[in-house]
């Protein structure tokens, strides 16, 4: 089945800088990659997705790459601000087109510094 | 658009009574909505897939009469925790996928705090 590895497991990030979280996956048929954003107490958010047939991503602060060859993805916030702090999570679809299940990693704790 | 709710938010309840929590989507149809369950300060995993209409495809490991899904519209998707006990306490977290979208997409709820005492 397939495996979704996030690094690193926390990220602290000087308020106004780059943070950068990176995913692994192992299914090659994977073909929708989504971030969701998670704060204490509630439901993860979408925040940006990229399909397989696109290389990278982008909606204001936030993008996203993709290297099919290698199978990994990273999420890019720029120009960070505190309420960027939160639990960040990537996810792959399990199987391949038209399959809707989501394999997670283990999210990312990132925290933004004032 | 794309907002799913969920029902309750937080429940307290005795070990061996049953638990119900209602997941809506409410601007789009969902022929499919997913049942995950978060324990503090770990990922999320999934339960089971529930499709409108047919019963729910459960995960390996997942007992599917101790957790049962009904989806009996294309807007509303039930999770009945039964003879709950504290290990089942958790957080319940539903999602659906937005039909008018591609291959993919899931909205998720805003969770549900189980609690079994």
């Known amino acids: 089945g397939e495996n979704v590895e996030q690094h690193p497991s926390t990220l602290s990030v000087q308020e106004g800088d780059s943070a950068v979280i990176k995913c692994t996956y192992s299914d090659s048929a994977s073909n929708y990659f989504p971030w969701y954003k998670q704060e204490l107490g509630k439901g993860p958010q979408l925040i940006i997705d990229i399909r397989s047939n696109v290389g990278e991503k982008k909606d204001q602060r936030i993008a996203v790459t993709l290297n099919k060859t290698a199978k990994h993805f990273s999420l890019h916030i720029t120009e960070t601000q505190p309420e960027d702090s939160a639990v960040y999570f990537c996810a792959a679809s399990i199987g391949g087109y038209g399959n809707n299940r989501l394999a997670f990693g283990k999210g990312n704790q990132v925290v933004v510094i004032p | 658009g794309a907002v799913v709710s969920q029902h309750p938010s937080w429940v307290i309840c005795k070990s061996g009574t049953s638990v119900k929590i209602e997941c809506r989507s409410l601007?789009?149809?969902?022929?499919?909505m997913f049942w995950y369950r978060q324990f503090p300060k770990q990922s999320l995993m999934l339960m089971a897939t529930?499709?409108?209409?047919?019963?729910?495809?459960?995960e390996q490991g997942v007992e599917k009469d101790k957790f049962l899904i009904n989806h009996a519209s294309l807007t509303l998707s039930t999770l009945t925790v039964t003879s709950a006990h504290p290990e089942d306490s958790s957080f319940y977290i539903c999602?659906?996928?937005?039909?008018?979208?591609?291959?993919?997409?899931?909205?998720f709820g805003p969770g549900t705090r189980l609690t079994v005492t």
């Open positions: 601007d789009f149809q969902a022929t499919t």
């Open positions: 529930s499709n409108e209409g047919s019963k729910a495809t459960y």
């Open positions: 999602s659906a996928r937005d039909l008018g979208q591609g291959a993919g997409e899931q909205y």
